[in-house]
Every structure is written in C-alpha cells, then in structure tokens.
C-alpha cells in the first residue's frame, strides 16, 4: 500500500470521516504504510487486523511520531545551547574556554598531518582611557569594533576569541610564523585605519599584536603563553 492510498487493509470502503482525515485524534490515512509495516514487524496475522486493532496501532504510531519530533527538537535546542556556551557573552567570537579547545584541535591537526598553524594575541592599547573617557557603554563598542574588524578579515578556517577584558586570540590555520608575523601587522595596520564612531565622534583606537607558529609537538597553553609574551614584546617597542 503506497502512503496516502486510502483503501483499508481489510478491503472494505472507508468511513466518510476517515476519508477526509478529520481530526478524530487518530492518526492520519497516510499512516497506513506505516500501520502495514508495523504489523509485519510484529506478526499480527492479517485476519486480526480488525478495525479497532487497526485503529490502535494507528494511534500508537501517530504518538511515536510524536515522540521523535519532541526528540529532534530537544536534540536541536542542546545543540543551540552547546553553541551558546562557547561564545563570549558580550562579542560574537569565542570564549576563552572555547578558544584553547579550539586551540587544542588545531595542535592534534598538526600532529597527525605535520603542519604548522600561526597564532596572534593582541590586546587594546590605552583600554582603560577609553573606558574612563566613554563610559563602560564605549569600553563594549570599542570590543565589539574590533571584533568585527578581526572576523572580517580572517579566513573562515581560522578562528577569533577573547582570552579576557580587551586581549584576543587568533588561530591561523597552516600559517608558518613569517606569515603569522605579517597578519599581526596587517591587523594592527587595519585598527589604526577605522577609528571608532561614538555619536559621530571618532575615536582612535589601536591594537598591539605578538604572533607566533606552532605545530603538533607544543602544547596549546605553553604557545599561548608564547604569543602573549610576544605581544607585550611589540607593546615594549610601541610605548
């Protein structure tokens, strides 16, 4: 029997309600497919296949249909959750937590196929002025400017966090350290260039940036400490 033939199993002609599927809290016709193979499965002779049995298995089908629809939806409100967990509260990247996860994968990546991957720390200069001249609200826009500007120019197979207050992350996927090196200036350059706008005032804003290659032999949170180490190198020759 092909979904949605409404011809019974047993031979005899359909009720008008039944035919025009009215809401009788049973399950639809189109179950009928289902009814056939549920009745296989279990091995009910077709001569038991009574009306009323019929229409209990109907019904119980129609509620496991149910049950797998609740399911998929729980599955995907946990997924939604899952992804929520990972993303810092106030910018869309993400959080420090998810970032060395991230980082911890990109390392196993190296390991198995020999590749190196770059990694770029920076922080905001003069954070604190900012905050201090516009308020906590201008402290975030500041954030979220330079987040923006960051994922807007990274590749989609590198990844961007904030690892705490105003310092980023920034995992470069197969970069040796003279190309990591490059896209650390070239960042620093970009902030220099798109001064934030507060209620049409500009605010200048520049970032100092370390960066530096790593491969499948280091640990993640010893090349982490490595970029920072190189970020406050740069901020030395800055000051």
């Given at each position: 029997m092909k979904i949605g033939d409404s011809r019974p199993l047993g031979g005899s002609a359909p009720s008008p309600g039944r035919e025009r599927g009215e809401a009788t809290g049973r399950a639809p016709v189109g179950?009928?497919?289902?009814?056939?193979?549920?009745?296989?499965?279990?091995?009910?002779?077709?001569?038991?296949?009574?009306?009323?049995?019929?229409?209990?298995?109907?019904?119980?089908?129609?509620?496991?249909?149910r049950l797998r629809r609740e399911v998929e939806q729980v599955r995907k409100r946990l997924g939604d959750s899952e992804e929520l967990a990972d993303l810092d509260p106030l910018l869309p990247v993400l959080n420090r937590r998810a970032f060395v996860r991230e980082l911890n994968r990109v390392v196993a990546y190296g390991?198995?196929?020999?590749?190196?991957?770059?990694?770029?720390?920076?922080?905001?200069?003069?954070?604190?002025?900012?905050?201090?001249?516009?308020?906590?609200?201008?402290?975030?826009?500041?954030?979220?400017?330079?987040?923006?500007?960051?994922?807007?120019?990274?590749?989609?197979?590198?990844?961007?966090?904030?690892?705490?207050?105003?310092?980023?992350?920034?995992?470069?996927?197969?970069?040796?350290?003279?190309?990591?090196?490059?896209?650390?200036?070239?960042?620093?350059?970009?902030?220099?260039?798109?001064?934030?706008?507060i209620e049409g005032e500009e605010i200048p804003l520049s970032i100092s940036a370390g960066a530096i290659a790593f491969t499948g032999e280091d640990d993640p949170l010893e090349a982490l400490a490595r970029a920072d180490k190189a970020m406050y190198r740069t901020k030395r020759t800055r000051a």
């Open positions: 179950a009928g497919r289902i009814v056939t193979d549920a009745v296989s499965f279990m091995g009910i002779p077709e001569a038991e296949l009574t009306p009323k049995v019929r229409d209990a298995l109907m019904s119980l089908m129609a509620e496991v249909e390991r198995r196929y020999k590749e190196s991957a770059g990694l770029v720390y920076f922080d905001i200069d003069n954070f604190k002025q900012v905050n201090d001249a516009h308020g906590h609200a201008g402290g975030d826009a500041a954030l979220k400017h330079i987040a923006e500007i960051i994922a807007a120019n990274i590749r989609e197979s590198d990844v961007v966090g904030r690892l705490g207050g105003d310092e980023f992350g920034v995992i470069l996927a197969r970069t040796d350290e003279p190309a990591a090196n490059a896209k650390a200036k070239a960042l620093m350059l970009l902030m220099s260039m798109h001064p934030l706008l």
